[in-house]
């Protein structure tokens, strides 16, 4: 029945989520046609230069695994034969907002809703049990970018900074815990990644890869669980591929 009920409630997030991506799109096409479809990137950085912020949407596919640290009593017990993390699949959608700093630099906060799945697989003696730990974080990247010099319409950039995550699924304060992992709620990770604009008429797109590491232990430790015991640390980790959308 509790897992009922964390499924239909993720289905929920997961389809207000798409009504707000759906919402965003129709924003952009509505908008940008009133833009010079004649715009080049050189106009568009001296654009960007006389006003101090712009904003966009961020569509993006992540996987999501964790970084584990087996418990020192992992050798001495026999129930559990090996402990492997497994990526999952999952989705973000973000707000852009960017400070300009200078010509070629920028202060990026995305604030984004992330759905994501993290996978253990447990062998044991005469079974493989797969553990599912589904999250919804609300995220808050603060990141700094550098855009390389304009070739034509497009540019490269790279970025990196601090993230900080709340699980709003969290299963820290479970009862009836036996066969769970609890994580904790809390997370903070540092992201890096690289990315390419391309300044359209209408718009500026840019795919982008990113890479996050946790650097914290989210697991909420128990020696009474059966498949907590076995651990030490759990850190996250995750190759976000995005598409942002800006004006």
Not at 53 to 79: E, M, P, R
Not at 173 to 193: P, T
Not at 224 to 237: A, E, G, M, Q
Request: glycine share 4%; aromatic share 12%.
């Amino acid at each position: 029945m509790h897992q009922s009920n964390i499924r239909h409630r993720q289905s929920v997030f997961r389809l207000q989520a798409l009504k707000i991506f759906l919402f965003s799109i129709l924003f952009f096409i509505l908008y940008f046609p009133k833009c010079d479809a004649q715009f080049s990137i050189m106009e568009h950085d001296e654009q960007n230069m006389n006003r101090m912020f712009h904003f966009g949407v961020a569509l993006g596919y992540n996987l999501s695994n964790y970084k584990i640290t087996l418990d020192s009593n992992f050798i001495s017990q026999k129930t559990i034969l090996n402990v492997q993390p497994v990526k999952g699949p999952g989705f973000n959608l973000g707000i852009v907002s960017d400070l300009h700093l200078a010509k070629y630099w920028e202060l990026r906060f995305i604030p984004a809703l992330s759905f994501a799945e993290k996978d253990i697989q447990y062998t044991r003696k005469d079974s493989v049990v797969m553990k599912k730990i589904e999250s919804v974080y609300l995220e808050f990247p603060l990141l700094l970018k550098y855009k390389s010099k304009p070739y034509n319409n497009m540019r490269m950039y790279v970025i990196g900074g601090l993230k900080y995550s709340i699980d709003m699924q969290s299963n820290a304060l479970a009862r009836k815990a036996e066969n769970l992992i609890k994580v904790k709620q809390n997370d903070y990770s540092i992201d890096y990644g690289i990315g390419m604009e391309l300044h359209l008429p209408l718009v500026v797109m840019a795919p982008e890869i990113k890479w996050s590491y946790g650097i914290v232990n989210i697991l909420q430790n128990d020696d009474k669980l059966i498949y907590s015991s076995v651990l030490n640390r759990l850190r996250s980790r995750c190759i976000l591929f995005t598409i942002h959308l800006e004006g």
